[in-house]
């Protein structure tokens, strides 16, 4: 199975919304990934259920 989603989210550190794209095969995720906008570190976690995100949070890696 193969489930990618674009997902929204804000950027903790310069506000931007910024689309990511989630792996809903994987029932549940954390991982470090760099701001397109301002290339400042973001934990990235969520999980899913079904196929869909159950549970998302974006929060600053600093
Ligand atoms: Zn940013």
């Known amino acids: 199975m193969n489930l990618l989603q674009g997902q929204d ?10 689309n990511l ?4 095969s994987v029932p549940e995720q954390s991982y470090v990934e760099d701001c397109p906008v301002c290339c400042k570190p973001m ?3 969520y999980t899913a ?3 869909e995100v159950a549970e ?3 929060e600053s890696a600093e």
């Open 43 to 45: 934990l990235v976690s």
């Open 49 to 51: 259920a079904d196929g």
């Open 21 to 24: 794209t989630l792996d809903l």
């Open 56 to 58: 998302f949070s974006v």
């Open 9 to 18: 989210a804000t950027c903790p550190h310069c506000g931007e919304t910024i």
